[in-house]
């Protein structure tokens, strides 16, 4: 006879991992009341706290995307498209806009009060201008709704196999205004969705529901609900969201363990999950690497900190005191371009290269402000998959490798095995890097292409990488076209057939 949850004493044993025990502290003991909910990571045994207030409020906004997908077949294309337009021209509505900006101007005085990042919160005029394109592009888009993909003939019957919605898509992202684009992509295919901003970016968030989502989904005719954001802070709303089994997917998009986390809790619920959290990029110089080639890749890579940022770069030794300074300038450069100074991560193997002159202390800009520190240390070789979570400062490793094949091996085990480019002049280099490199992203100059809207014109909820294993079924970068079923109809001509 099951019994509920109702209290939690301190050092109370919690078993995990089917025999593990985990204990409560204190404050969780203080905290948790009647009607709380404790999550047990199985995965660490992590203790999350749900207060009910948040369980409930994102059960509420479950719902009703849950109601909308029901009512999502008796939608037409047409209607799809017309919420994306009528989506694009509220953000360009000037009177809009200035609604909108006037919540984003609170959420960055909140954040800069409370000494956080605003980098990707303010909402710029770029921002708005990818959020419009974004939107147009799916509002020209088909979304492969009841296409049939497939069809066996039989005497007297026919299967198709149909492209169909998935269903409910959790979307779980940072404090970024524009990916409401990403989100309500899902619509496209068919899905609903229902999803959590970062606190940072909520105000922001309700105004551009309010004044523009909403409006657009009333108005073209779409289900109330087929967007339904979790209007709550709390972390814990992401966590309740993700142990809700009628999601059909569960996406996290943000800081790597954070997105870890999340991606337990919705892996241990049942619910298949797409992280975009760790990143970090690479770039493997040949012995025959082109210098230009070379310094604009690694210039070009480290424009801002993103995923697909430069993060660790690894010479062949036989080149490296012809490419090491150019490596040393095009850093150089990427940092002036932003007001500041680089730092470098350097193994034992490249520090001969490296002048004296680069250990010598400098003023790094770090989210918690500016820092004095050495401008090169050493790392140890087993620490060049360590992702460097730079605020202004371009930040990253450089390493020395006797040849392309011991760099491959380093990726293949060190890194979250995400984007990798080759700088060689040899096409036979190239095809072997792309048979033997474990990435799902593979280039031959700068990484920061890795985008969806960027390289194919499709905005995107994220990008997905290898650390967990490849793929099924689809590619790393996830899109809401990509997010579909496909179900099994079968038209009987002859009533007499039988087995």
């Known amino acids: 006879m099951s019994e509920r949850l109702e209290r939690l004493t301190a050092g109370m044993e919690i078993p995990y991992g089917g025999n593990r025990l985990a204990s409560v502290p204190p404050e969780l003991a203080d905290a948790f009341v009647n009607g709380d909910r404790l999550i ?32 999502m077949g008796e939608v037409n294309d047409g209607q ?44 710029s005029e770029p921002m708005l201008s990818d959020m419009v394109g974004g939107l147009r592009s799916w509002a020209e888009r088909t979304g492969g709704r009841n296409e049939v993909v497939e069809s066996v003939s039989h005497t007297g019957w026919t299967v198709d196999l149909v492209r169909s919605g998935l269903g409910v898509v959790g979307f779980v992202f940072e404090g970024r205004p524009n990916v409401f684009a990403d989100a309500t992509g899902v619509l496209r295919a068919g899905n609903t969705v229902v999803f959590r901003i970062g606190s940072d970016a ?96 690694v210039y070009h890579s480290l424009d801002r900190k993103v995923c697909n940022t430069l993060n660790t770069c690894a010479v062949v030794s036989q080149a490296a005191e012809r490419l090491i300074p150019l490596f040393l300038e095009a850093l150089q450069q990427a940092a002036t371009r932003r007001g500041t100074q680089p730092k470098l991560h350097v193994t034992e193997r490249a520090r001969p290269f490296i002048p004296d002159a680069w250990f010598e202390e400098v003023v790094v800009d770090r989210a918690e402000g500016k820092a004095s520190e050495p401008q090169t240390e050493i790392i140890a070789d087993t620490d060049l998959g360590i992702e460097w979570e730079w605020e202004n400062s371009p930040e990253v490793t450089l390493t020395v490798v006797a040849d392309t094949e ?63 294993g490849r793929l099924f079924g689809r590619g790393g970068v996830l899109s809401g076209d990509s997010v579909f079923t496909i179900r099994t109809r079968v038209t009987q001509s002859d009533p007499r057939i039988g087995r």
Do not use: C
Not at 256 to 277: D, E, F, K, N
Not at 441 to 463: I, K, M
């Open 80 to 123: 799809i498209s017309a919420f994306y337009d009528k989506f694009a021209d509220l953000l360009e509505d000037k009177t809009v806009f200035a609604e909108i900006t006037a919540a984003n101007a609170l959420d960055i005085e909140k954040a800069q009060s409370a000494g956080r990042s605003i980098t990707r919160l303010v909402l």
């Open 406 to 468: 011991e760099a491959i091996e380093l990726f293949n085990v060190q890194s979250p095995r995400f984007a990798a480019s080759l700088i060689s002049r040899s096409p036979a280099s190239h095809e072997r890097f792309w048979n033997r490199i474990d990435s799902p992203f593979v280039g031959n100059g700068f990484t920061r292409w890795v985008d969806g809207q960027y390289a194919l014109d499709r905005p995107e909820l994220g990008l997905s990488n290898w650390q967990f």
């Open 202 to 297: 909520l105000e922001t968030a309700r105004a551009i529901s309010r004044h523009a989502l909403e409006p657009a989904l009333r108005d073209s005719g779409l289900p109330e609900g087929a967007v339904s954001l979790v209007d709550i802070p709390s972390r814990a709303a992401g966590w309740a969201m993700f142990s809700d089994p009628r999601l059909s997917l569960a996406v996290a998009r943000g800081s790597g363990r954070a997105v870890s986390q999340l991606g337990a809790v919705a892996r241990q619920t049942g619910i298949p999950v797409s992280l975009h959290g760790t990143g970090g990029a690479w770039i493997i110089a040949d012995h025959d690497a082109d210098d230009e080639t070379f310094s604009a890749a």
């Open 40 to 71: 047990v990571v199985q995965e660490d045994g992590t203790l999350l706290h749900v207060p009910q207030a948040d369980w409930n409020t994102a059960t509420e906004a479950v719902d009703r995307a849950w109601q909308a997908f029901a009512a």
